[in-house]
């Protein structure tokens, strides 16, 4: 407890004498007790309630021990050994101070002890039991809500930890179809194609590098990215691939987790590549209705090869639904259609303009 945290609660046991000086007062004005409200009266109560208030801060003090084994054993023996000193001790400080305010001669302990009534002991185990309560009450508050901090920073640092290795899991597939892009371009292209491809390599591996660090990004950061891309993959793969974008520019400015465009755009030029033998089509359509923005990647596909081509998405999907349930919990969703010459991938994420800071 800090000074101030004292302070407080002499102030508050000193009210607590007042309240109790103020009823006796007004039962002697009602049945006419004989009671007399002097200086030796108040010194005497505020001096027995400032002892609570020391009973208190001693309890509160023992109860916060950092004590997991044996708690309840503990708790039991501080609660005895409190009520064998406490009580004892508030009852000798009421009678000598009684002794000396009035001027008498102090009294022997044993005598001090005969003279007690029942009613006041009774009285004073009475408050010393609810004064136990109430600290063993607010240290088991203070405790509950320290667990629930702890727990909920656990919680965050995990679902931080698994994010993690789901995007560290894309950077490795992502840099291993780049390169194997750029490796069949220097089979087939010349030298000033196989220059800008390592270029947009660049611009691809900064951007990767850093939207890994973070949950969210702008959807334009993410447009350009894949931009790139599919310049690269059509660099390599020539005029059989046709890719199709449409977003319109209030979209643009949304948040979106990175590299769910890419998953998406990535496996259907991969498996679309291996089962087309004619011309592959990726067309992605970003819409939003119902306040989620909606990403869908449709490719064209083989009928006779599509099971394995919806077979191969699993992973990728089943990746991008693990970070997507992490970030917004039931709030997003991934779906798959698969049509007689086509296969798609949507995503649906809460609509909401990205902030920058």
């Known amino acids: 407890m800090k000074r101030s945290s004292y302070a407080w609660l002499l102030l508050f046991w000193l009210l607590v004498g007042a309240l109790y000086l103020f009823s006796l007062y007004l039962d002697a004005l009602r049945f006419n007790t004989g009671f007399k409200l002097d200086l030796a009266v108040v010194t005497t109560t505020a001096l027995v309630y400032a002892g609570w208030a020391l009973v208190t801060a001693v309890l509160y003090r023992f109860l916060r021990q950092p004590i997991n084994a044996g708690r309840v054993l503990y708790s039991a023996l501080v609660f005895i050994a409190g009520l064998l000193t406490s009580i004892p001790l508030i009852t000798l400080l009421d009678r000598l101070v009684i002794a000396l305010i009035e001027g008498r001669e102090l009294p022997h302990l044993l005598h001090i002890f005969d003279s007690i009534q029942y009613v006041y002991v009774f009285f004073n185990v009475l408050l010393y039991i609810l004064v136990f309560i109430v600290c063993a009450g607010i240290i088991f508050q203070q405790r509950s809500k320290q667990l629930t901090l702890q727990a909920s920073e656990l919680a965050r640092e995990q679902v931080e930890v698994k994010m993690l290795a ?122 939003s209705s119902n306040n989620q923005l909606r990403i869908e990647v449709t490719n064209s596909v083989n009928p006779s090869s599509q099971a394995n081509t919806s077979e191969g998405l699993g992973v990728a999907l089943k990746n991008l639904k693990a970070r997507l349930a992490l970030l917004f919990g039931t709030n997003s969703e991934v779906k798959q259609l698969s049509q007689a010459n086509s296969y798609q991938a949507t995503v649906e994420l809460p609509l909401k303009a990205h902030d920058d800071d």
Do not use: W
């Not at 931009?227 to 660099?235: E, G």
């Open 166 to 287: 789901l995007q560290t899991q894309l950077s490795p597939h992502f840099l291993f179809n780049c390169l194997n892009a750029i490796s069949g371009l220097t089979r087939v292209a010349d030298k000033k194609q196989v220059i800008q491809a390592i270029a947009r390599l660049g611009d691809l591996l900064r951007y990767a590098v850093n939207a890994s660090q973070k949950n969210l990004t702008v959807l334009a950061a993410e447009l350009d990215f894949i931009k790139n891309y599919v310049a690269l993959q059509q660099m390599r793969i020539g005029e059989q691939f046709v890719f199709k974008l449409t977003c319109s520019d209030d979209l643009k400015v949304m948040q979106c987790p990175p590299f769910v465009l890419h998953t998406l755009v990535e496996n259907a030029i991969v498996h679309g590549m291996d089962e087309q033998k004619d011309k592959l089509v990726v067309d992605v359509v970003i819409t």
